[in-house]
């Protein structure tokens, strides 16, 4: 597979490469994982030549930084934007001690989506994410602003992340009754460790459509290759601030470098791999730091991971749901279907049926 093997977004028109180019590392700002202007333009060079098109912002990374240098970059190109799926996200305040400044009300994501096309100077985008659940305003106020938005043409689709399911769920339904615009696709914590998307969200994206666009693949980068058991990591810009892996998280990571080796490839091209296998539309963003981290996370679309390498992945790596996930899962199978197998999912017979005939 290779980054011009577009797949289409969610349930709509839209065609973007099967990673999407993440730009939070860009800029050397305060709190940055310190990419220089120079290199960060490097990798978002290096990543379009190869065929990507999808490339993923927001407005508070590195304090706008982010955004004012993909804007530079592409008014130095001109006619290529247009050919670029360019995504950023409203929430997040820029200005302390304005309450007004940030969430996911009619007037702040106005302003925020202001300052964002002025910083990339465009006059619209293609994606735009509500970055975080907004808990202080009503939710109709979010999508009628939002379906105004793609209506005047400065928004082209629209997608939430780091969203509970129930609220997507209401948003969406909302949207298709009053003929608004509807989501076309989820961004979420995904990864070999960070799998609990599964009990909610992933389910809601695949019934209504949507696509998954999950952040942090690498969780981290704990999922990159470079750590190990005992040993201390040295390249690393995230490390300070979250610590490292656990022992559960170890036993995960040593399984994925175990296939690594198999396949003779990187860790983190088999974790994105296994991503790529999930069922549904699913479209990693990758980081880089460095131009060399954009090239090993690329591998991942040149392999091809085994039924065998799927199964002990999604195993070792088995997430604990909330409730009622436990009761809709091989429980659930074994009340409704008493033995047989449906789907292609095999069920078990309640213990107590099998111990009397008798029935009342």
Known sequence: MSLDSYVTLGRSGLRVSPFALGAMTFGEDPGAAGTSVAESEQILAAYLDRGGNFVDTANFYTNGHSEKILGDFFARSPGRRQRVVLASKFFANLHPGDPNGGGAGRSAILAQLHETLRRMQTDYLDVYWLHNWDRHTPIEETMRTLDDLVRAGTVRYIGFS?????????????????????????????????????GELAPLAADQGMALVPWSPLKNGFLSGKYRRGSDVSDSARAAYVGGPTEDEFTVIETVDDIAGELETSSAAVALAWLRARTGTVVPIIGARRLAHLESNLAGLDIALTADHLHRLDQVSAPALNYPADLNGQMRATLQFAGTTVDGQASAVYPPLLASTVRY
């Open 162 to 198: 780091n969203t509970p399911a129930w609220v997507t769920a209401s948003a969406q339904t909302m949207a298709l009754l009053r003929g608004w615009t509807p989501l076309i696709a989820l961004q979420v914590e995904y990864s070999l460790l960070a799998r609990t998307v599964e």
